[in-house]
């Protein structure tokens, strides 16, 4: 497979918090727990397919006064996410070295590229909100940053059970897209991650992001997130 390039990873979140409402500062746990739900993406060499994540946050808040212009949280979350990657055109082969297309190289000098990646996290992360906006509004707008360890690993659909995918059949049969829909069988079964061993690959790496929430009632709200 052709080099993937993740220049860029975006997760967009739902989060529902068991939160006190912030209204209430005297009978409210400072303490919050939060689910969060969503969709990924990514930047490669592939045609992407978006396609989603999951997350959980346990967390603590402070300076949560009355009349507190600024407050914050402390928040650790873990993030599950995946995406796919499906070319509609082939790539010659002529240039590629060795690794797990070099079977096709050998038999095709051709294939189309797809991919699956799955990836997790685990951050602490620093939560800094417009306190005094939310005590009149019930509109709790933020922003967050933090650092934690992100591993992934990448896995492509390359045999359909033990056969190759006939990539000149398919291009002989006029739609190379409609071919690959109908014939490809979505076990992505094979690592693709030869400079990592096929292993986990994993790195540190800081986050940032924006988010607003709404204060529906004591112990509960409801809000998006855009994290990068």
Same mark, same amino acid.
């Given at each position: 497979?052709?080099?993937?390039?993740?220049? &860029?990873? =975006?997760?967009?979140?739902?989060?529902? /918090?068991?939160?006190?409402?912030?209204?209430?500062?005297?009978?409210?746990?400072?303490? $919050?727990?939060?689910?969060?739900? #969503?969709?990924?993406?990514?930047?490669?060499?592939?045609? /992407?397919?978006? /396609?989603?994540?999951?997350?959980? &946050?346990?967390?603590?808040?402070?300076?949560?006064?009355?009349?507190?212009?600024?407050?914050?949280? =402390?928040?650790?979350?873990?993030?599950?996410?995946?995406?796919?990657? +499906?070319?509609?055109?082939?790539?010659?082969?002529?240039?590629?070295? !060795? #690794?797990?297309? !070099?079977?096709?190289?050998?038999?095709?000098?051709?294939?189309?590229?797809? $991919? =699956?990646?799955?990836?997790?996290?685990?951050?602490?992360?620093?939560?800094?909100?417009?306190?005094?906006?939310?005590?009149?509004?019930?509109?709790?707008?933020?922003?967050?940053?933090?650092?934690?360890?992100?591993?992934? +690993?990448?896995?492509?659909?390359?045999?359909?059970?033990?056969? $190759?995918?006939?990539?000149?059949?398919?291009?002989?049969?006029?739609?190379?897209?409609?071919?690959?829909?109908?014939?490809?069988? /979505?076990?992505?079964?094979?690592?693709?991650?030869?400079? #990592?061993?096929?292993?986990?690959?994993?790195?540190?790496?800081?986050?940032?992001?924006?988010?607003?929430?709404?204060?529906?009632?004591?112990? $509960? !709200?409801?809000?998006?997130?855009?994290? &990068?």
């Amino acid at each position: 497979m052709q080099k993937i390039t993740f220049s &860029t990873l =975006l997760i967009l979140l739902i989060s529902l /918090n068991a939160l006190g409402q912030r209204l209430d500062y005297d009978h409210s746990s400072k303490w $919050f727990f939060g689910i969060n739900a #969503g969709a990924t993406w990514s930047c490669t060499d592939v045609k /992407n397919e978006t /396609n989603g994540g999951w997350g959980l &946050t346990l967390g603590k808040s402070y300076n949560w006064k009355t009349g507190r212009h600024i407050s914050f949280d =402390l928040r650790g979350r873990y993030l599950h996410g995946n995406w796919y990657g +499906q070319d509609n055109d082939t790539s010659n082969l002529s240039n590629y070295i !060795s #690794g797990p297309l !070099s079977a096709y190289k050998d038999t095709f000098n051709m294939t189309a590229h797809n $991919f =699956l990646n799955d990836q997790h996290r685990l951050a602490f992360e620093l939560v800094l909100h417009a306190n005094r906006f939310a005590e009149r509004t019930n509109w709790d707008p933020y922003i967050f940053g933090g650092i934690g360890v992100t591993w992934r +690993q990448t896995w492509g659909n390359l045999y359909n059970g033990t056969d $190759f995918y006939n990539y000149p059949d398919m291009v002989a049969s006029g739609s190379l897209s409609n071919a690959i829909t109908t014939s490809m069988d /979505n076990t992505y079964e094979t690592r693709l991650d030869q400079s #990592g061993g096929y292993n986990w690959t994993a790195k540190w790496m800081p986050s940032l992001g924006i988010g607003i929430g709404y204060i529906v009632g004591p112990r $509960f !709200s409801i809000g998006i997130e855009h994290k &990068t």
